[in-house]
């Protein structure tokens, strides 16, 4: 079995990603060696744990360690704090000690979730993710960004916490349903857009066969996905700077969740995909890269199936006003001002933060418009 692994360096925070097919049959083994007593309690979700949950157990007891699992409801909606402060406390009911290890199995929701709540558990533990969506193996798994939302928006409480190791088990993702695999890719995508032309050309031929469950290139975009993430935290690990890199097209994406109550109308990698190419667009329109850069962003996105456009958003969408005004929260405002990802081309991205926001909200009223064009 081939194994990668990819360093994240942080110093005395240091730890490995390890990508390849099968390992969470042997995750005992290769989460033992952090434990302090034999045992581990784990946070996944319900439907995460009907179908791997008993898998981990089962390598947990071949290397003699004692489990106790706690599932929570699929889905975003979990991520806030009725499931939050559930989740710490049964972790105080676990009597979790400063030395034990949390397990965190699942997509980014879980991931997100109890790594926070590691964070705070008596002022906090380590935990390891084992990611279980694309989505959370080649992004929120890595890098240490824990938290939930609020009722004011995405993500805004929660903690830096890096796990003490990512096991990203690619076997698991044959049981991901087609829509939440290329929701995963969206977020693969924007690592060739932002920094990688060769990488970005390759999954213009590889998508289909990744998409189809080729596994030595689902290991390969998974590997090359995690070597960009674990190089760019490593270099800002808390997001003065280069992290900003990571949020190409979640600007936009932000919004349109909030916009659509977080709710399965738009899941967040397909957010941001929408995003990306409303950041290459607005690009484009500034004159800072091609016309063809948005177009080749959509052809190689309608290939493989994605949503691609506003239109393809179902429901009502608030005008392009309340779109701009819904980004006012993000966590990229300073001064109030608002900081778009934007591209020089593919795989040349950088942080900009003088856009004048009628160029943001006309570009968003041309989408608004073709997208009533097209119902
Ligand atoms: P998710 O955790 O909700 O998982 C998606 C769905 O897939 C869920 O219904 C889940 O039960 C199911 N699922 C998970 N693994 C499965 C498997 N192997 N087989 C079958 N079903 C499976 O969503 P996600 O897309 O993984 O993560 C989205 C979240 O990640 C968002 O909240 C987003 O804000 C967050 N995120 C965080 C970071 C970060 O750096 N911390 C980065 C990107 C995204
Ligand atoms: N997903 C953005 C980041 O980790 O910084």
Redesign the pocket.
Same mark, same amino acid.
């Given at each position: 079995m081939t194994v990668n692994v990819v360093p994240v360096a942080l110093g005395a925070r240091s730890y490995e990603v390890r990508i390849g097919t099968g390992l969470i049959d042997r995750a005992g083994a290769e989460i033992a060696p952090l434990l302090r007593r034999p045992r581990v309690t784990v946070i996944t979700?319900e *439907?995460?744990a009907a179908? @791997?949950l008993d898998r981990l157990r089962g390598a947990c007891a071949a290397a003699g360690i004692a489990v106790t699992a706690l599932a929570l409801p699929? =889905?975003?909606g979990t991520?806030a704090w009725p499931q939050f402060s559930r989740a710490v406390e049964w972790l105080l009911e676990q009597k979790v000690e400063r030395h034990d290890v949390v397990i965190a199995l =699942?997509?980014?929701?879980?991931?997100?979730l109890a790594g926070f709540a590691a964070a705070v558990l008596r002022r906090g533990v380590r935990f390891v993710q084992l990611p279980?969506?694309l989505?959370?193996q080649v992004?929120?798994s890595v =890098?240490g960004? *824990?938290g939930i939302?609020t009722a004011q928006g995405?993500?805004l409480v929660g903690a830096f916490h890096q796990p003490s190791l990512v096991l990203a088990d690619i076997g698991?993702?044959e *049981?991901?349903?087609a829509r939440?695999f290329l929701?995963?890719y969206g977020?693969v995508v924007k690592y060739g857009l932002l920094g990688d032309l060769a990488f970005f050309d390759w999954l213009e031929g590889a998508g289909p066969s990744l998409l189809a469950g080729d596994a030595a290139a689902r290991l390969r975009a998974v590997t090359r996905s995690v070597e960009m993430k674990a190089g760019i935290v490593s270099r800002d690990e808390t997001e003065e700077g280069e992290r900003a890199l990571l949020n190409l097209g979640h600007t936009f994406c932000h919004a349109l969740e909030k916009a659509t109550g977080y709710s399965d109308r738009l899941? @967040?990698?397909e957010g941001v995909a929408i995003g990306c190419t409303l950041a290459f667009e607005l690009s484009a329109r500034l004159g800072l890269c091609a016309q063809e850069d948005p177009s080749r962003l959509r052809a190689h996105l309608r290939a493989m199936g994605m949503r691609v456009d506003l239109a393809d958003i179902p429901g009502d969408l608030p005008d392009a006003g309340a779109l701009l005004g819904l980004m006012g929260q993000d966590k990229k405002v300073i001064d109030g001002r608002l900081r778009f990802i934007l591209a020089r081309g593919i795989g040349k991205a950088f942080v900009a933060d003088d856009i004048p926001p009628d160029i943001v909200r006309q570009m968003l009223d041309d989408a608004l418009k073709l997208r009533s064009a097209r119902r």
């Open positions: 979700d *439907t995460v179908r @791997h699929p =889905g975003e991520k =699942g997509g980014g929701v879980i991931g997100d279980t969506t989505l959370a992004d929120s =890098g960004k *824990t939302n995405k993500n698991v993702l *049981t991901l349903p939440e929701s995963g977020e899941l @967040h990698g």
